[in-house]
């Protein structure tokens, strides 16, 4: 795809979700490398703002398997960290956009020589909305644990969705910022599950020590689901798509909603207005007649 004289990666990103063979474990898994490599393209974003966005971007992703008919959910982390807040939407067909508030942070590697992506997120909460329509919201919210993403949402579904879960998520940035594999799964525990399911789980998820790895080795969304429950079969699959619902007449709208004295002053004061989309850094602009023609 093609958009500004940027040329873009598309398809083959899809994320799956899963049912164990007895029914007492639900499984998602995905791999989200093309969209995530569109983020960074559009926000020009350095690796830990990558990795912090990538890994937010697969769990909602992830999520929004679980979304009905046009609900949509939005996924804020707001750490203290120099990444500032972390926003992604998703919906139920796959479609995916976000945006980190300062995509160029640089941080040393952590111990374990990896992107500091805890030290960029640091503490905070982590936030998630279900918009079910007709003003039906869902909110739900956890206190940041590591600020490494996958931590956090095991955290989040225990405290705030009571559901024992094993979160995955990676992203292996390249020398060059390009996104080489990005994705990871979600494990969870349903009602009338059995201690050999836990220690089953446990032991499969434990093999899996780094999605990134895995991915990178060539592996699919499917295999990295059968690594974590090998008995799951597959229910959905869906293609997992950056897009964002930005446009030139909701802009147009939301100036127009500033009032006439505003819309006024920026004519007089500037001779035009420039707005620039926090999801997709699209810029619109418009002229001075395209603004008069605003005013009511």
Same mark, same amino acid.
């Given at each position: ?28 898994? %995905? ?36 979304? @009905? ?24 067909? $796959? ?5 980190? +508030? ?13 992107? +500091?992506? $805890? ?31 996958? +931590? ?42 059995? +201690? ?10 434990? @093999? ?37 619902? %930005? ?29 620039? %989309?926090?999801? %997709? ?16």
């Amino acid at each position: 795809m093609k958009n500004g004289g940027v040329e873009y990666l598309t398809a083959s990103d899809v994320a799956l979700r899963g049912l164990s063979e007895n029914g007492n474990i639900r499984v998602l898994a %995905c791999v989200t490398t093309h969209v995530v490599n569109e983020m960074q393209q559009r926000h020009r974003s350095w690796p830990v703002a990558t990795a912090a966005l990538g890994r937010t971007t697969s769990i909602a992703a992830m999520m929004g398997l679980l979304l @009905k008919g046009s609900e949509r959910l939005t996924i804020q982390v707001k750490g203290d960290g120099p990444l500032g807040s972390i926003v992604v939407d998703a919906d139920s067909t $796959g479609h995916v956009r976000g945006y980190v +508030d300062n995509p160029h942070v640089h941080l040393p590697s952590n111990a374990l020589g990896k992107l +500091d992506v $805890g030290g960029g997120v640091g503490q905070g909460l982590l936030y998630v909305m279900r918009d079910m329509g007709l003003r039906d919201v869902y909110r739900g919210s956890a206190e940041i644990q590591s600020g490494e993403i996958a +931590d956090d949402f095991t955290y989040y579904f225990a405290v705030s969705e009571q559901t024992p879960s094993a979160v995955g998520a990676g992203v292996l940035v390249d020398t060059d910022n390009s996104v080489i594999v990005s994705g990871g799964f979600i494990v969870q525990l349903l009602p009338g599950h059995t +201690d050999e399911d836990i220690a089953a789980l446990e032991q499969h998820v434990a @093999k899996v020590s780094s999605v990134t790895d895995v991915l990178h080795a060539g592996a699919s969304a499917e295999d990295l689901l059968k690594m974590v429950v090998p008995s799951a079969k597959v229910l959905d699959t869906v293609p997992i798509e950056f897009r964002c619902t %930005c446009s030139r007449e909701r802009i147009a709208a939301t100036l127009q909603g500033l009032g006439d004295a505003e819309i006024q002053s920026l004519i007089e004061e500037q001779g035009e207005a420039e707005v620039i %989309c926090h999801f %997709c850094n699209e810029k619109y602009l418009f002229s001075r007649e395209e603004l008069a023609d605003l005013l009511v």
